[in-house]
């Protein structure tokens, strides 16, 4: 089966720094993705992580560790936009196959 | 239009009522999947199909939930004899099925209520 944690909620400044950590324990492994969420909307894709590293996009970057079943989702320069949920799924083996899905982490940014 | 789109965006609905959710993928996505998500929960994978057929029904429920898939493309969640605890939003997602891609976008989702 599939565990998935992350912390439930976060609170982070405009303009700050803000990491958000996602564990894992699968029995079976082809990418940890994560995607954003805001209220009453359906989830976006973020990034996709399925080699050990960080893959960086503008803002936003997502870091693997396969052997520690660890990412994280770092957030630069934190805009009032960037108040949602972050959701993080590993998705299954095979080339089409489910997600399985944390609880997600509430991001407030504040002034 | 160019994304996933469900019908009804809002159901309201009696205990013990069936009701039909809609999805329709993005043209050309092969996979298809359902997934409900909880006041306060993850989201919870239901069924995924490739093409009209689902090798993969795991998640759904209990024998009240059903799924069906035509013509590859339009699929529809049902749910007979709605209990409270159905009461979520259940939200549809589709992907293309090729060595390389893996994204899966999600539609806006239909919020059920179950009084």
């Known amino acids: 089966g599939q565990n998935i944690d992350q912390p439930t909620e976060m609170t982070a400044t405009e303009g700050a720094i803000v990491q958000i950590n996602c564990t894992y324990q699968?029995?079976?492994?082809?990418?940890l993705f994560w995607y954003q969420q805001h209220a009453g909307e359906a989830p976006t894709f973020l990034s996709y992580?399925?080699?050990?590293g960080l893959e960086e996009k503008g803002r936003f970057s997502s870091f693997l560790s396969r052997s520690k079943g660890y990412s994280y989702l770092l957030l630069k320069e934190l805009q009032m936009k960037d108040s949602a949920s972050y959701l993080c799924?590993?998705?299954?083996?095979?080339?089409?196959?489910?997600?399985?899905f944390g609880t997600g982490t509430r991001l407030q940014v504040t002034l | 239009g160019a994304g996933v789109s469900q019908s009804p965006s809002n159901k309201v609905t009696e205990k013990g009522k069936d009701v039909e959710l809609r999805c329709d993928p993005i043209?050309?996505?092969?996979?298809l999947y359902w997934y409900r998500q909880s006041l306060g929960q993850g989201l919870e994978f239901l069924i995924y199909?490739?093409?009209?057929?689902?090798?993969?029904k795991s998640g759904l429920p209990s024998d009240r939930f059903s799924a069906e898939r035509t013509g590859g493309s339009v699929s529809t969640l049902t749910i007979q004899r709605t209990q409270q605890e159905d009461s979520a939003v259940y939200l549809c997602?589709?992907?293309?099925?090729?060595?390389?891609?893996?994204?899966?976008?999600f539609g806006p989702g239909t919020r059920l209520t179950v009084t």
């Open positions: 997602a589709s992907s293309l099925v090729v060595p390389g891609s893996y994204e899966q976008y």
């Open positions: 699968t029995s079976g492994f082809n990418g």
């Open positions: 992580n399925v080699l050990d």
């Open positions: 799924a590993v998705k299954g083996t095979g080339t089409a196959s489910k997600l399985t």
């Open positions: 043209s050309g996505h092969t996979a």
């Open positions: 199909f490739q093409g009209n057929s689902a090798p993969d």
